[in-house]
């Protein structure tokens, strides 16, 4: 496996478009939440890491130094305390936490209720909070972190399938509602990242995920040149958008895929 690249390592570029930006990122304990605040941080913007782990918000704050300061807590109501902790104002929210609830039909409501709530909910209380001063001052980005399982669907997890396609819509409802009022969204759309949360997806994620699994760091370098470009989707596997056009022209054949790809799992 190639050496990984640590992000804070980049020098800050001293015109970077995010020096001395004010930045969230929800679920920054590990995997892509800490890759995308080691990024922003390196890119000269103070960054609030959140995670509902304390001790892994205040481990990825202290790595990044100065830029970073650890706000833990549920991802569903920190707008208010970040806000405060980076002076007043929030310039960049990264709602990245994540439930990857597996299960099917029969999975307890419970289950569905927790994705249901970590996966959308706590998108949509964020840009309750959050809306109000970026329509005031005509400036916001709200980038969301979706999965391709928002865009397609994943084998053996039907709550973190159809919550991640409730994530996509009402990033997509963000922008186009907003976007003519200075507020720019991105969804991020991964397959298979090396993280905590693909080793949990047991031998579905072993199947359709680990064989073009990427780092997180390559994650972040896709939203900053999504960014750049001014992009609402973010792929960080370029062949996603096959797949995408694929379920969209011809449903019947790619559900007889998906099938087939069902079909081998039982069988593993």
């Known amino acids: 496996m190639p050496a990984i690249r640590h992000p804070a390592a980049r020098e800050v570029d001293p015109v970077s478009a995010y020096q001395d930006q004010r930045v969230v990122v929800t679920g920054a304990g590990g995997g892509i939440g800490a890759a995308l605040a080691h990024r922003f941080a390196a890119e000269g913007a103070t960054v609030v890491v959140n995670d509902l782990d304390p001790a892994k918000a205040a481990a990825v704050a202290a790595a990044i130094g100065a830029r970073a300061i650890p706000v833990p807590g549920d991802a569903s109501a920190i707008v208010a305390e970040a806000r405060e902790a980076l002076g007043g104002t929030v310039d960049v929210y990264c709602a990245n936490a994540g439930l990857a609830s597996g299960g099917d039909a029969f999975a307890d409501e419970a289950v569905w209720e927790a994705a249901w709530d970590t996966n959308v909910m706590a998108h949509v209380r964020a840009a309750r909070a959050l809306l109000p001063d970026w329509l005031e001052?005509?400036?916001?980005?709200?980038?969301?972190?979706?999965?391709?399982?928002?865009?397609?669907?994943?084998?053996?997890?039907?709550?973190?399938?159809?919550?991640?396609?409730?994530?996509?819509?009402?990033?997509?409802?963000?922008?186009?509602?907003?976007?003519?009022?200075?507020?720019?969204?991105h969804a991020i759309c991964p397959q298979g990242v090396r993280t905590d949360m693909l080793t949990a997806a047991g031998s579905a994620g072993e199947l359709v995920l680990a064989p073009t699994a990427i780092e997180p760091e390559a994650v972040a370098d896709a939203l900053f040149d999504g960014m750049e470009k001014g992009r609402f989707l973010i792929l960080p596997h370029p062949e996603v958008a096959d797949f995408y056009a694929a379920r969209a022209t011809e449903p019947d054949r790619w559900l007889s895929g998906m099938n087939h790809l069902q079909q081998k799992w039982e069988t593993r």
């Open 137 to 185: 001052r005509e400036s916001g980005r709200f980038v969301s972190t979706v999965s391709a399982a928002g865009l397609l669907t994943m084998i053996g997890a039907a709550p973190y399938s159809v919550t991640k396609h409730g994530a996509l819509a009402f990033a997509e409802w963000l922008s186009l509602t907003y976007r003519h009022r200075g507020v720019q969204v």
